[in-house]
């Protein structure tokens, strides 16, 4: 099983980014995703989900307007777009698996891609 994120690297204030989670070793059709970060000195906090049933998601309320989530099962990806970025989301970004619903326990986690907000 592996989730793998893409390279994050250096965005300038006000820029986006567009993250990709590819994954392998389980059928992603039946596996909610999640994002996930953490900044330095700060705890982990989740960012945002996608189930993969009705496909619904969730937003941390800080930043809501501002990400999107999106999947292809057929590409075995799912996707995080943030825009506006600020130096308050420089952090490690993650992905996760779980089964089904995004309320569910994460079962597989993937390692992190440093995102650094600078200009």
């Known amino acids: 099983v592996q989730l793998q994120a893409s390279r994050g690297g250096l965005v300038q204030p006000g820029g986006s980014l567009r993250l990709s989670c590819a994954t392998s070793?389980?059928?992603?059709?039946?596996?909610?995703i999640g994002w996930f970060r953490q900044a330095p000195g700060k705890e982990r906090e989740a960012v945002s989900c996608i189930s993969s049933r009705d496909g619904s998601t969730t937003s941390l309320d800080s930043m809501k307007g501002r990400v999107a989530i999106s999947r292809d099962n057929a590409k075995n990806t799912v996707y995080l777009q943030v825009t506006s970025l600020e130096p308050e989301d420089t952090a490690v970004y993650s992905c996760a698996a779980a089964r089904f619903w995004c309320g569910s326990g994460f079962d597989y986690w993937g390692q992190g891609t440093l995102v650094t907000v600078s200009s």
């Open positions: 070793g389980f059928s992603l059709e039946y596996y909610a």
